[in-house]
């Protein structure tokens, strides 16, 4: 028999988020780092670099990509739950690749709650299995005050 539990946004016991998405997005990374600490998450995020820009050879970037994913799915881990910042990419809407499609499946498989910033895009390949697995729409942007 399958059950399902109610998840609220204030669930107490959600304390550590991981940020997840494109690397693309440094400012929103940074934006989302600060506003979660100041209502008193323990946050981590992605090592933000741009693999391809500063890695001299394809082979060498796909080796140090390996590693920080790993690096991060470890913080994921670690996480109550991932927040995906899935912000519009030129005319993808809600934007979520395959590298953060691959962070939110990670998430799933060890039973972390998934967040996302914007609503699932309409047009994504990854539909059905994000509302499958449960990822709901981060509204609880306006607490102040720390966990309730």
């Not at 107490?12 to 989302?32: A, E, K, N, V």
């Not at 699932?120 to 709901?136: C, M, N, Y």
């Amino acid at each position: 028999m399958i059950t399902c539990r109610p998840r609220t946004l204030t669930d107490s016991r959600l304390q550590t988020i991981t940020l997840c998405g494109s690397m693309r997005l440094l400012p929103q990374f940074d934006y989302w780092k600060r506003k979660l600490k100041r209502a008193g998450y323990r946050v981590f995020a992605p090592t933000l670099v741009n693999y391809r820009v500063r890695c001299r050879s394809r082979e060498t970037a796909l080796r140090v990509k390996r590693r920080e994913n790993r690096k991060h799915f470890e913080k994921i881990k670690r996480s109550d739950a991932i927040l995906v910042l899935n912000y519009s990419r030129r005319k993808s809407p809600n934007y979520i690749g395959g590298s953060t499609f691959g962070e939110i499946a990670v998430a799933f498989s060890m039973g972390k709650r998934i967040f996302l910033v914007n609503p699932i895009p309409r047009d994504s390949t990854f539909r059905e299995e994000l509302q499958a697995w449960g990822a709901e729409r981060w509204h609880d942007l306006n607490r102040t005050g720390g966990k309730t």
